[in-house]
Nanobody, 125 residues
Framework: QVRLVESGGGLVQAGGSLRLSCVASGRTFSTYAMGWFRQAPGKEREFVAAVSWNGLSTSYADSVKGRFAISRGTAKNTAYLQMNSLRPSDTAIYFC??????????????????WGQGTQVTVSS
């Protein structure tokens, strides 16, 4: 059974930092892009960041460029999201996702192959 488990969420003041982790299990993820979506109360789920299977390509939503950094673990079944200069508008549930991308693109479809359960990030003003 495939599982994506997120950790690292929490409560932080504006301007602070958090590091999210995602560990995938149940299959080989060496040709899968991994990344993050988020959903704030009353809003649709939105793309945040993605990293290619080899860690060489990344992509970001405009709202987080320059503040967030995504990376891939050497074991290829982990992904990390370093979030700096957090804002109250970053408050959301953050979901890890994995999607087939053997070409090496840092792209996640809106309906990726696998989802995690989510971790809450709350940024206070």
């Amino acid at each position: 059974q495939v599982r994506l488990v997120e950790s690292g969420g929490g409560l932080v003041q504006a301007g602070g930092s958090l590091r999210l982790s995602c560990v995938a299990s149940g299959r080989t993820f060496s040709t899968y892009a991994m990344g993050w979506f988020r959903q704030a109360p009353g809003k649709e789920r939105e793309f945040v960041a993605a990293v290619s299977w080899n860690g060489l390509s990344t992509s970001y939503a405009d709202s987080v460029k320059g503040r967030f950094a995504i990376s891939r673990g050497t074991a290829k079944n982990t992904a990390y999201l370093q979030m700096n200069s957090l804002r109250p508008s970053d408050t959301a549930i953050y979901f890890c996702a994995a999607d087939r991308a053997p070409s090496g693109d840092a792209v996640l479809r809106t309906a990726p192959d696998y989802w995690g359960q989510g971790t809450q990030v709350t940024v206070s003003s």
